[in-house]
């Protein structure tokens, strides 16, 4: 059974920081490209970051891009994101996903299209406010 759970989640003041976790079991997890979206309250869900396992590639929302960053320590199958000068925009629920890079789903120039992850956590808030 495919689980992610995620974790790191909280309230910080506008310019903090906080780093997100992103656990991995029941999936082979040097197999899987992880994204992390967004949902804010009233809005859908917006991708924000991915990764990629087989050659590390990565992507940025322009909304997240130089101020977020992705990692992954497949050794612990856990993807992390740092975010950093954060703003109240930033406000919202944030989950992790997988998708397969060898399905026929995944382009090779990745995407955050929600319907290519097969897997998806439970979701971790973070608030941003003063």
């Known amino acids: 059974q495919v689980q992610l759970v995620e974790s790191g989640g909280g309230l910080v003041q506008p310019g903090g920081s906080l780093r997100l976790s992103c656990a991995a079991s029941?999936?082979?997890?040097?197999?899987?490209?992880i994204a992390w979206f967004r949902q804010a309250p009233g809005k859908e869900r917006e991708g924000v970051s991915w990764?990629?396992?087989?050659?590390?590639?990565?992507y940025y929302a322009d909304s997240v891009k130089g101020r977020f960053t992705i990692s992954r320590d497949n050794a612990k199958n856990t993807v992390y994101l740092q975010m950093a000068s954060l703003k109240p925009e930033d406000t919202a629920v944030y989950y992790c996903?997988?998708?397969?890079?060898?399905?026929?789903?995944?382009?090779?120039?990745?995407?955050?299209?929600?319907?290519?992850?097969?897997?998806w956590g439970q979701g971790t808030q973070v608030t941003v406010s003063s």
């Open positions: 990764l990629t396992s087989s050659d590390g590639n990565t």
């Open positions: 029941g999936v082979t997890f040097d197999y899987y490209a």
């Open positions: 996903a997988a998708a397969s890079e060898y399905g026929s789903s995944w382009p090779s120039r990745g995407t955050l299209a929600e319907i290519a992850y097969a897997f």
